[in-house]
């Protein structure tokens, strides 16, 4: 059986998070350890949308964390304390428990963290990238241990952000992921 598939068997052919039923896609769970199953969640577009761009969350769709913080999947009550800490809502996030491992995960984004201690990832020009965004090589790059140069102008898009570390972010250049160094990127 494919992933998606049973992503799809295991959510009943529904947003695990708001319920909705069309343009529903697999999400990763970031960071991740092995993949899969036990690291993703079945979501809408809008739902991963507002996931991916802190700040422009509707609070009406978000009503549905009420119900998606008690469901029995880890990774879906790990996104919900992350959205419920983002949009502040102390109310619900005090009733859920979350085991040791999974509230690590949960914190592991910075969600929940006063913005002065969150780690914040910005280009050559002091622009603030976030997950998903795609950047512009504004040199050459040497990757190490390969012989592979990635060239200025390459456009590397949906990268990941480090979230030991804002200097470095996750990107495929030429098939090949690679770590690179913020200060070498420009943001499209």
């Excluded at 959510?11 to 319920?19: D, K, V």
């Excluded at 199953?37 to 549905?64: F, K, M, V």
């Excluded at 976030?130 to 012989?147: C, E, T, W």
């Amino acid at each position: 059986m494919s992933f998606e598939r049973e992503l799809n068997k295991r959510s009943g052919s529904q947003c695990e998070l708001c319920t909705a039923t069309e343009n529903l896609k697999e999400y990763q769970v970031l960071p991740t350890q092995k993949g899969g199953l036990d690291e993703s969640i079945y979501a809408c577009s809008t739902c991963i949308d507002q996931i991916e761009n802190p700040g422009h969350e509707d609070l009406n769709h978000w009503r549905c964390l009420n119900d998606s913080m008690w469901n029995e999947h880890i990774p879906v009550q790990v996104v919900s304390w992350r959205m419920l800490s983002r949009l502040r809502n102390q109310d619900l996030l005090e009733q859920m428990y979350l085991d040791e491992d999974t509230l690590a995960w949960a914190q592991a984004t910075g969600e929940g963290e006063d913005d002065e201690n969150k780690i914040i990832h910005r280009d050559v020009n002091g622009v603030v990238l976030a997950h998903g965004d795609s950047v512009v090589l504004i040199k050459d790059l040497k990757v190490k241990g390969s012989s592979m140069v990635a060239k200025q102008g390459t456009s590397v898009r949906n990268i990941r952000l480090d979230h030991e570390n804002a200097e470095y972010i996750e990107g495929k250049v030429d098939g090949q992921q690679i770590v690179i160094i913020t200060q070498y990127v420009k943001k499209i």
